[in-house]
């Protein structure tokens, strides 16, 4: 009886297993893509589609940021990215209902960060992060909606797309979980929150 129930266990283990391998590599296989694809799970508005991943930018890095504009900010600053890709801004905008907005070519580098000045090693160890986490290596995801109180956090929405998101990310770049980054752990920020902080650390965790 008790090998029964063991075996039981072990299968029904494995019905949940086998589904996920298989959702991980239809996953890994899109973010091989080019165009616009679809991405099971994630809304995703194209401002400006994939390219060939061989002519994007080697990002070795992804920091999270959070924005201080209203629900529905993160359409009009995507929309503004992808008029003017350099300005201030990130290449992936993330809506309070869940819509990601791919607003920049992956060969270009919008203006994010603060040159990864932060070394007090308050959040992480910064001798690995001071001066060398930067824009020109890192690709930016901007989560909109924390006003007009800056400690709201994520929305359920945008956290369900971000499990996804940061994988497709981490997939398509060849990142691994230990270099996504919260704005506040690698630049001295809004002392009112920590910016990005429980998002990126959420990352972490499902990437282990």
Same mark, same amino acid.
């Given at each position: ?44 508005? !194209? ?11 080697? !990002? ?32 992936? !905008? ?58 709201? #956090? ?19 770049? #060849? ?30 965790? !499902? #990437?282990?």
């Amino acid at each position: 009886m008790m090998i029964s129930h063991l075996f039981a266990a072990v299968l029904a283990a494995l019905c949940l297993i086998v589904p996920a391998i298989a959702e991980d590599a239809n996953l890994a296989k899109l973010a091989r893509a080019s165009g616009t694809p679809d991405i099971p799970g994630l809304k995703i508005v !194209w401002l400006a589609p994939w390219g060939d991943v061989r002519d994007a930018r080697p !990002w070795r890095n992804i920091i999270v940021h959070q924005t201080e504009g209203p629900a529905g900010s993160a359409r009009g600053g995507a929309q503004a990215q992808a008029k003017a890709p350099t300005r201030r801004g990130v290449t992936v !905008w993330v809506e309070t209902d869940g819509t990601v907005y791919w607003a920049v070519a992956e060969n270009l580098v919008p203006t994010h960060g603060d040159g990864a000045n932060r070394n007090d090693n308050k959040y992480i160890d910064n001798r690995a992060t001071y001066r060398q986490i930067v824009r020109d290596n890192s690709i930016g995801v901007e989560f909109a909606g924390n006003y007009p109180d800056v400690t709201t #956090g994520p929305t359920e929405a945008q956290v369900a797309a971000w499990r996804i998101l940061v994988k497709l990310l981490r997939a398509r770049y #060849g990142i691994p979980p230990d270099r996504v980054y919260a704005h506040n752990w690698i630049d001295y920020k809004d002392a009112r929150y920590c910016e990005g902080c429980w998002l990126a650390t959420l990352a972490r965790v !499902w #990437g282990e």
